[in-house]
């Protein structure tokens, strides 16, 4: 595990996009895992402006999301389809044909998680991985509980979380319920992971999932298993 603090998240974000863009130069048609939330936001506005310098493509490479709501459309302004096009998508060159996202409103959800899971097998590995951490220690959306599903599933979201997202909707009773995510073991798989925290109120959390014991009631602790895991914290978030 390799820890790095940083003293502003902008310094933290600049260090993040310049790892990933790294990836691209050296891999041009890497795997990449994305994130959404509140935590990647600047990550991801410094990789446009790099993009928009000319120092990295997209145009090669292949992209999966964590997860998506169910219920949600992907015009809905709060799906995450919606969130990555307006943050990432629309800003640079990835093709669309190589940009996943689970589909929360397909008709069956449990085929959906196999359909997902199909495209994840037949892209290979993801190459880098990017998270951000809840309060309760979710990855994804796998939340705290006595076992974890390895693979893409529908994940009732807890009532921390949604409180959480409650300030992107109008109201708390608008927050979806459910959720599609990919399990803790594709993210696992991935062959190299970024856990990005920012902000006090996450300094107990991460200190759980980093140097508490592995268990599933922290999902954010499995990922001391893997063994190219670099953390990104600002200094407040490590403290």
Do not use: W
Not at 28 to 51: K, Q
Request: glycine share 10%.
């Amino acid at each position: 595990m390799n820890k790095l603090v940083f003293k502003t998240e902008k310094a933290l974000d600049e260090a993040a996009a310049g790892i990933i863009a790294a990836l691209l130069q050296t891999k041009p048609d890497a795997v990449l895992g994305f994130a959404t939330g509140s935590t990647p936001l600047g990550i991801y506005g410094e990789l446009v402006r790099l993009h928009a310098e000319g120092k990295i493509s997209f145009r090669e490479a292949t992209a999966f999301n964590l997860d998506e709501y169910v219920g949600l459309p992907r015009h809905h302004p709060q799906s995450f389809h919606a969130y990555m096009q307006k943050h990432l998508y629309d800003h640079i060159d990835i093709l669309p044909q190589n940009r996943h996202i689970p589909d929360g409103s397909a008709p069956d959800p449990e085929a959906e998680c196999l359909r997902y899971d199909e495209l994840l097998r037949q892209a290979g590995r993801i190459d880098l991985q990017l998270l951000g951490i809840g309060h309760n220690g979710h990855i994804g959306f796998n939340e705290p509980a006595p076992g974890l599903i390895g693979g893409t599933h529908v994940a009732e979201l807890s009532e921390q979380t949604r409180q959480a997202n409650a300030r992107f909707f109008p109201s708390f009773e608008e927050v979806p319920k459910f959720a599609i995510t990919m399990g803790v073991g594709s993210i696992l798989q991935a062959r190299r992971i970024l856990l990005v925290a920012k902000g006090a109120d996450k300094a107990g959390i991460v200190r759980r999932a980093l140097c508490g014991p592995i268990t599933t009631q922290v999902p954010a602790s499995l990922l001391q298993t893997h063994p190219r895991l670099t953390v990104l914290l600002t200094e407040d978030a490590a403290g």
